[in-house]
């Protein structure tokens, strides 16, 4: 059984936002209104965060791409009432939309504030008729979604190589962000194939993890030479 | 506090659930020309995948529309039916037939044909019914689209059922 | 009827009384047709490779389409110049094509200005109005009272329309924000007007001056890529600018420098080259001219770049000048001296002031210092693309005539000398009256009543235009003045062609193929413009040969083809395998005819060509000393031209009259070597002014589209607003808190913007990012935020024309 794991190289990264977008535009996510945005309604699967330290001339500007840290042990999916959040077998934080009732105990209890909950109608979707992506379902009102790792591609790379009876293939499934991310600075993967890429990188001497300390064993890895970033 | 009014959210819900669940899935529904899917199989000697061409190569079946029906059906009625004649009009006109679609597969749910056709090798029969019996169009589900259907046939032949390999 | 869960909720929110309205609706606007296509195919899916066409840069785009609807965009991952990488902005491209304000057809303004009131009308209509116009003038013999303001079009499109004015008599096509006035420094000392492209790849130290070559740069993603390597490469990067921008928070190190001193720092840094001896003394004997003290034939004696630089830019003067500690240039004048290979790089700081051309002078001279030219880690020059030349056969009398007329926006020998057009001499001249009038003015792209220092004489002098005709797919700022629009397709429903774009490292060629039909009634502006030349008949029409546009952009490709040269991008063709086969005389693919190479290039998206012709040494510098000229003879000559213009013989009171026109305080040989020139500031005005742009929006496109707008600030929680990013003290000084309103205020305006306190700025400078601030271009631009562009003085640069961006001082106060 895979493991999915991305790491995101910090180094690499230059906080340009092009992963924000991407993932914006393949999952679907409604844009809130200027007054909505401004009270930090905005919602971002895959958060750019930015962070200001020292003093000039040695300020420190830091940027880290921030999407759901697919938790091993996710203190999100212990809270939900209905069930509607749960870590599936491959490693996946899942949101179920239908199931969710709006409660957003998981949405507290995500150390990451990597949940966000719909407040509005998607009614820019619904007048899309049909267009933006066809692959990913339109969240209704009063649900908490997050970053699927696209698992949307997941489902249509599984039949792709079960159709020709093979496992698939290391750079078959790539989520939005890392394909669309000028630096290449995202890896996806399998982490438990000691071979693939992410789990080699994740073994590197530059890595760190948000919330390792939480024991929530989060499955996004960063890599910095500069530690702290 | 009169009790009374507590309760009136409680019974609005009540008679919307009521409402909800009468209209069920299997709401007969009405299309523009009364295909017979008897005829096409016994007579002109068609098989599913011929009209539904995407079965086996994408995740919908697809309806077909003008273009296919116009490769028989193009000057000339071939038949003596009415249903025919309403079928040439549309193809004179160009308009593709407002064929009203009744296996809806919502949006949160990633159903592929290809993976139950060629994959798993279903008989198109287990959801659809003995569709080569049918005289009348399809009207109705003859398997309906619920999650207890999906689940109980992933079930039993032991096939996942882990809500992300369906639900996205 | 059907209950939805959704409706079963929308029922109760009913209920409650709280119906929530909070998503932006109406991002995405479809013809009916496609609604219905859009429900009922059978979901087709397939891939089409374009050229994104929101900004310049070029990239390569991978078009997801159902049923023949663009339903998804990335990046192509074969082509070169982005490698599969976007940028925001083209990865919002789609909600561009399904703006719901894009123009639906030819429409006629029957109300005022901005007062939104127009009527639609058919091509036929239209195009018959403008050509009649275009034949009256013709038969009145005025032929050249046409102008073109064109933007940023390609290669392809820019002959076409220069075609078309040659053919109608017109010396007047102008681009007005066309990339050509950046290089004239680089012309000075090089000789010839190419953007040097840099290997940052292979550097191991570049510094840069102002240069936020990873945001507002060129062509971003394609420095993206090049920079995402520095860690296996072992890339030092110094960025020096006033404001940290994305470049300088991704460098190694940030020099905050006063604006418009970045001339003086890259001397001073020169001082310690050559002081300590670690130039490339070998470039610089065989390669370079005025370097060393000389004489010339009279036997006067002339100072040389050398001794210029000893004599006058010693660390502690240049701290003086440039706010840099002397301890930190000498540390930056000495890695440059010992890193090999160490690169330069100038840019929009350096060339945003009225001191630019000077500044990018003095920072290129440091390449030539190191020796940087035509060498691995260096500088280098792109040839240009073997499209198919084109000429235009055969012109009239009246053409003839009307083509002697003078050019109404190139600048005479008193206002920016070296420049073909400047924005400020076209809107002065039409305000002025003192050339002949303009009766039909078009305008493609561009926005220059937002974004030229002189907007309001822009706009004044539109409003002097009897027919102005815009070409513009969206409303903007400049094309509320037209009285006709005749919209352009949008960029996924059009062909084009776009090339060699500016410092990309390889010649290219990117094509745009239509891979929708139009959505609404619109039409190809090269179409147009050949459908307008058919319509004037005679020697205009014959001009025009070919059917379409299309074909104009398939016969500039047949050279392409025909050279032999290069490939068409694919997967696993690199830069080595395509140099081996072109050295044994291969060309990467065989194709039996043209058709074939066509259809392939069409698929793929484009074609590049990696090796650059093999340059001599001694040929790289088409100067008339045949080097890099340190000392630049065509400066010289020029201003010698103009004074001798000005009555007989070049004396030197005519010189003084020149160079006081030209705003040059230097004198003697110093004002032909690279120098510091100060700003001409207002002394009473505290605080300077910057501007910077992000990438979501780029040239200012992104204001219209509403998640390009949410994510403008998003780093600093500042969705659809303009800030004001400024330092600690200066906040301090003028009792301005963190996200408070500032009043912004110059000699020119005021602006309101919220404060943003920053360490990643210097004291004293405050810098407003440029995009918000419409008063057109859509729903989602209008009334955002506000633009840093109207309340800057109307500065140039007066050698290359170019806006002084960062010339304007301002007073700050928080706003009641």
Redesign the interface.
Known sequence: MPKWAMVIDLDKCTGCGACSVACKMENNVPIVDPEEAQHGRALFWMDMVTTFEGELPDTQVKHFPKPCFHCDDPPCTVVCPVGATYRNPEGIVAQIYHRCIGCRYCMAACPFTAKYFNWYEPQWLDEAHGIGNPDVSRRMTGVVEKCSFCSHRLQQIKEAADLEGRPIREEEYIPACMESCPADAIVFGDIANRDSRVSRLSRSYRVFRYGEDLGVKPKVYYLARRTGT | MKWFLRLG?VM??LV?VV??LS?GAN?RVAQPIAYNHKIHIESAGLTCTDCHS?VQS???A?IP?LEMCSTCHSEQPISESAEELKLIEFVHQGT?IPWQRVYHV???V?F?H??HV??ARLECTTCHGNVDEFTEPVAAQFLPITMDNCMECHRENNVTN????C?? | MEITRRDFLKLFGGISGAVLLGNMDEVISLPDSWVEKAQHGPRIETWHNTICGLCPSGCGLRVRLLDGIPVGVKGNPVYPVNKGGLCPLGLNSLHSLYHPDRIKGPIKRTGAIAEDKWVSISWDEALKTVSDRLIELRNQGAPHQVAFLGHTEGTIMQRLIRRFMDAFGSPNYFQYASSKNDAIPYAFLQGHSTIPAYDILNARLVVSFGSNFLEEGYSPVYYTKLYSHHDEQQTRYVQIESRMSLTAVNADQWIPIRPGTYGALALGLAYILIREELYDIDFVHQRTFGFEDRKDGSGARHVGFKNMVLGNYYPEKVEEITGVPSATILKLGRELGITRPALVMGGQGTLDNTNGTFAAMAVHSLNALLGNFERKGGVFFVDDPPFTKSDLKFQDSVARDGLRQPSIGRPDARTFPFTQFSIDTFAKRILSGTSYPISVLFISGGNPVFESPNSREVAEALKKIPLVVSLDGLLNETSEHAHLVLPDHHFMERWDEVSNVDSVGFTHVGIQHPMVSPMYDTKHCGDTIIELARRIGGSVGQAFAVASYENEVKEAMKGVYQSGRGAIVSEGVGTMWIEYLQQRGWQIGQYASFEEFWDRLVKQGGWWNPIRKKVRMDQMFPTPSGKFEFYSHKLEEKINFLAKGAENGASPQHRERIFNQLHISARGDNVFLPHHEPVPYDVDMPVHLTTFRVLSMRDGQGASLPMMQEMFGHSIHRHWETWVEMHPETAATYHITEGAWVLVQSTVGTLRARAKISQGIMPNVIAIPFGLGHSSMGRYAKGHGANPYAIMKNMYDMLSGKPALQATKVMISRAM
Do not use: E, K, W
């Open positions: 959210p609005v819900l919307v409402f909800y209209l709401d995407s994408s995740s919908a697809s529309n593709s919502p949006d949160h990633f592929s290809r993976r060629v994959i882990d809500c992300l390999s639900h996205r």
